[in-house]
């Protein structure tokens, strides 16, 4: 307990909660419940920051119409179980050579048949550096990825000498070295096949994609919404207990709360917190609160005037300058959990990390900024998307860091999530960003190498630092999936000392939805699982 000190904060943070909702907003801007047809359900799902194609995809809004039209060769259970989908089996036995084998019978929406080759070129063109897809980088482990995405210049080939077609069902994939876990990587979207007619015209395609999932295309009013209908011709478990869908978009989780209340949209997939306070008496048992694998972070742009070769103790400094515990109790209504490391309990390799620096302490916090050269021009911002609910959390994390160390603090907002990751894209940031991670798939890997090792297309602060890069490959080189997860939480303490973002707490899905909808699940992902959702 730190007394007087606690008590004042926690008054200051239910205040700025306060204020936040005397100015909140609200309407029914997201259309009219007339305008879906009957048995389908909405959700709001903001507008993808790229074309839907799965390659170019690894952001949460996109990653619902991904998924909702594409099926990979494997895929997770809503509670987090690695299951194989489009794929017979996926097998090595030696975690270097891997053997797919494919169900017979797969379709794409068009009628096309779903072949080894729907896989091999689609990575390759995924992999291929003059296509420019922001998820590239998830195929580096594949023989002949320097080929077709060298560090500089044009491509010297156009496929990965690592993939090798047997058959049309069956296919190998030949990895520079062992990698434990490469069957778990492949749950991920980004590993879903393509049909033939995508390569005649990507650019058209990604505006109107065929898939192979339990959903089919059916429009894209852009700003407004995306509609799929439930396909009878899919092959996977997973079948859609409804019609279809329309993803809607809002200018924020307030306008879809109001929405959800007057039954013009039958679910919001997270609660605003100026809303978090009264969902259950609104919602009753409607109202879903379930912890999932996803934390918050505020991550540096180590390319900033503010952050570029600024000494690591600055950033641990101002990581004891937050108060987790008052915010997530106040502002964010006990709806988020303080973190402890850089990932979620419930991912596996996840570990209590032996360090003070997720600790409220404001004379640790100066001590440590000051030894560390302080922060130039004594001020930081913090880039957040103003449609997903963050300006509460964010106005509190700024008056803590000020009140504990004097250092301004300021909120920097983009419109909606697609601005906001545009200018991570162009390296725009000044300061910090709001950098949220949803778990592609349960492993402490994929919390640590996709964010901060240096190659990574998600690690948009440009964190680069040799040591931990060879840690991580030190770990993909592991035996067994065992060692590989003991390696990178050897890779996670380092980073602790080295700080490439600031943790601040792990996520629970806060959903709400309308009585006209039943069987409103939450997947580990922090998603709700649409196909099972069912309209009364």
Request: glycine share 8%; charged share 25%; proline share 5%.
């Given at each position: 307990?730190?007394?007087?000190?606690?008590v004042?904060?926690?008054?200051?943070?239910?205040?700025?909660?306060?204020a936040?909702?005397?100015c909140?907003?609200?309407?029914?801007?997201?259309?009219?419940?007339?305008?879906?047809?009957?048995?389908?359900?909405?959700?709001?799902?903001?507008?993808?920051?790229?074309p839907?194609?799965?390659?170019?995809?690894?952001?949460?809004?996109?990653?619902?119409?991904?998924?909702?039209?594409?099926?990979?060769?494997?895929?997770?259970?809503?509670e987090?179980?690695?299951?194989?989908?489009?794929?017979?089996?996926?097998?090595?036995?030696?975690?270097?050579?891997?053997?797919?084998k494919?169900?017979?019978?797969?379709?794409?929406?068009?009628?096309?048949?779903?072949?080894s080759?729907?896989?091999i070129?689609?990575?390759?063109?995924?992999?291929?550096i003059?296509?420019?897809?922001?998820?590239?980088?998830?195929?580096?482990?594949?023989?002949?990825?320097?080929?077709?995405?060298?560090?500089?210049?044009?491509?010297?080939?156009?496929?990965?000498?690592?993939?090798?077609?047997?058959?049309?069902?069956t296919?190998?994939?030949?990895?520079?070295?062992?990698?434990?876990?490469?069957?778990e990587?492949?749950?991920?979207?980004?590993?879903?096949?393509?049909?033939?007619?995508?390569?005649?015209?990507?650019?058209?395609?990604?505006q109107?994609?065929?898939?192979?999932?339990?959903?089919?295309?059916?429009?894209?009013?852009?700003?407004?919404?995306?509609?799929?209908?439930?396909?009878?011709?899919?092959?996977?478990?997973?079948?859609?207990?409804?019609?279809?869908?329309?993803?809607?978009?809002?200018?924020?989780?307030?306008?879809?709360y109001?929405?959800?209340?007057?039954?013009?949209?039958?679910?919001?997939?997270?609660?605003?917190?100026?809303?978090?306070?009264?969902?259950?008496s609104?919602f009753?048992?409607?109202?879903?609160?379930?912890?999932?694998?996803?934390?918050?972070?505020?991550?540096p742009?180590?390319?900033?005037?503010?952050?570029?070769?600024?000494?690591?103790?600055?950033?641990?400094?101002?990581?004891?300058?937050?108060?987790?515990?008052?915010i997530?109790?106040?502002?964010?209504?006990?709806?988020?959990?303080?973190?402890?490391?850089?990932?979620?309990?419930?991912?596996?390799?996840?570990?209590?990390?032996?360090?003070?620096?997720?600790?409220?302490?404001?004379?640790?916090?100066?001590?440590?900024?000051?030894?560390?050269?302080?922060?130039?021009?004594?001020?930081?911002?913090?880039?957040?998307?103003?449609?997903?609910?963050?300006?509460?959390?964010?106005?509190?994390v700024?008056?803590?860091?000020?009140?504990?160390?004097g250092?301004?603090?300021?909120?920097?907002?983009?419109?909606?999530f697609?601005?906001?990751?545009?200018?991570?894209?162009?390296?725009?940031?000044?300061?910090?960003?709001?950098g949220?991670?949803?778990?592609?798939?349960?492993l402490n890997?994929?919390?640590?190498?996709?964010?901060?090792?240096?190659?990574?297309?998600?690690?948009?602060?440009?964190?680069n630092?040799?040591?931990?890069?060879?840690?991580?490959?030190?770990?993909?080189?592991?035996?067994?999936?065992?060692e590989?997860?003991?390696?990178?939480?050897?890779?996670?303490?380092?980073?602790?000392?080295?700080?490439?973002?600031?943790?601040?707490?792990?996520?629970?899905?806060?959903?709400?939805?309308?009585?006209?909808?039943?069987?409103?699940?939450?997947?580990?992902?922090?998603?709700?699982?649409?196909?099972?959702?069912?309209?009364?």
């Amino acid at each position: 307990m730190r007394g007087a000190k606690t008590v004042k904060w926690s008054a200051l943070a239910a205040a700025v909660a306060l204020a936040a909702t005397a100015c909140g907003g609200s309407g029914s801007e997201g259309g009219s419940a007339a305008g879906k047809p009957a048995g389908y359900v909405s959700i709001n799902v903001n507008e993808p920051q790229k074309p839907l194609v799965p390659g170019n995809t690894n952001e949460s809004q996109g990653a619902y119409s991904i998924e909702a039209l594409f099926t990979g060769l494997v895929k997770y259970s809503p509670e987090g179980k690695l299951e194989n989908a489009n794929a017979e089996s996926v097998t090595s036995k030696d975690s270097k050579t891997w053997t797919v084998k494919l169900k017979k019978g797969w379709k794409f929406h068009n009628g096309e048949d779903v072949t080894s080759d729907s896989y091999i070129n689609a990575w390759n063109w995924y992999a291929n550096i003059a296509n420019n897809q922001q998820n590239s980088y998830w195929f580096s482990d594949i023989k002949g990825y320097d080929d077709v995405h060298p560090e500089k210049g044009k491509a010297k080939k156009d496929k990965m000498s690592g993939l090798k077609k047997v058959d049309d069902h069956t296919f190998t994939i030949e990895l520079t070295h062992p990698v434990s876990y490469f069957k778990e990587k492949l749950g991920y979207y980004t590993w879903t096949p393509l049909p033939k007619g995508f390569f005649k015209d990507p650019k058209g395609y990604g505006q109107k994609p065929v898939g192979n999932g339990p959903y089919k295309f059916e429009k894209w009013t852009h700003k407004k919404l995306i509609q799929v209908k439930a396909w009878k011709g899919y092959k996977g478990d997973n079948k859609a207990k409804n019609k279809g869908l329309q993803f809607k978009t809002y200018s924020g989780y307030e306008a879809s709360y109001q929405d959800v209340l007057s039954k013009n949209l039958d679910i919001s997939p997270q609660v605003a917190p100026k809303d978090l306070a009264k969902r259950k008496s609104d919602f009753g048992d409607r109202a879903i609160d379930q912890p999932y694998a996803a934390t918050q972070q505020i991550t540096p742009a180590f390319y900033s005037k503010t952050f570029k070769d600024i000494d690591p103790k600055v950033l641990q400094g101002l990581s004891m300058a937050i108060d987790r515990k008052s915010i997530t109790k106040t502002v964010l209504q006990g709806s988020r959990v303080p973190a402890t490391g850089f990932m979620p309990e419930m991912v596996k390799g996840y570990q209590k990390l032996d360090t003070d620096i997720f600790d409220y302490n404001p004379a640790k916090a100066k001590k440590l900024i000051k030894e560390g050269g302080g922060v130039p021009g004594n001020k930081v911002s913090i880039q957040f998307n103003a449609d997903g609910g963050h300006k509460e959390w964010v106005t509190a994390v700024c008056a803590s860091i000020r009140k504990a160390t004097g250092i301004e603090c300021v909120g920097d907002s983009k419109p909606d999530f697609q601005t906001d990751l545009d200018a991570r894209d162009a390296k725009q940031v000044k300061s910090f960003y709001r950098g949220g991670w949803v778990a592609d798939y349960p492993l402490n890997v994929n919390f640590l190498k996709e964010l901060f090792d240096s190659k990574a297309q998600a690690n948009y602060g440009k964190f680069n630092d040799p040591q931990v890069d060879a840690m991580f490959r030190k770990g993909d080189k592991a035996a067994s999936l065992d060692e590989t997860v003991k390696e990178y939480q050897g890779a996670e303490r380092e980073l602790a000392k080295k700080m490439p973002a600031i943790p601040l707490w792990d996520y629970a899905a806060n959903v709400v939805h309308t009585d006209g909808v039943d069987n409103v699940k939450i997947n580990y992902r922090g998603d709700v699982v649409m196909t099972d959702v069912t309209v009364k």
